[in-house]
């Protein structure tokens, strides 16, 4: 069984993305319009065609999935939870945390803590909230 983050957006899903792959260093495998749905043209405005309906990153073996909203399912933000990283090196730690924070909101600094050699949490440009965790001995 595998777990998987699917975020949504109110059309910012391909720009989080491609800047989460860059980020990340993962690669898109997948990105799906909703204009290229059978019969779209029928019930899709041409903004609502260009919107993503499915996309996936992966970074290594793990997998980021989102897609933006449509009108029948208005956007109401991410509440209540947060894309947790864990990662390998305080340098990367540091690497990906101004990244994420960038544009964003930090809503507590990456530092050391009486668990990890770096935690930090941040809610990024298009509003994800990330945390980004280094293990002591690091």
Not at 22 to 36: H, I, K
Not at 61 to 75: A, C, F, I, R
Not at 105 to 111: D, F, H, I, K, P
Request: charged fraction near 20%; charge should be negative.
């Amino acid at each position: 069984m595998l777990i998987n983050p699917y975020l949504t957006f109110d059309g910012q899903c391909e720009a989080a993305f491609r800047f989460y792959a860059d980020c990340l260093g993962g690669t898109v495998t997948a990105l799906v319009r909703f204009g290229e749905a059978p019969q779209c043209d029928e019930v899709l405005t041409p903004e609502q065609r260009e919107r993503i309906m499915h996309v996936r990153l992966a970074v290594g073996d793990q997998v980021l999935m989102g897609s933006d909203t449509t009108p029948e399912h208005p956007y109401e933000g991410i509440h209540g939870c947060a894309v947790s990283l864990n990662v390998d090196s305080i340098a990367e730690a540091e690497r990906i945390f101004r990244a994420l924070a960038e544009g964003g909101t930090v809503q507590m600094r990456l530092g050391q803590t009486f668990w990890a050699a770096r935690f930090g949490m941040c809610v990024d440009r298009f509003g994800v909230p990330w945390m980004v965790n280094c293990e002591k001995n690091q």
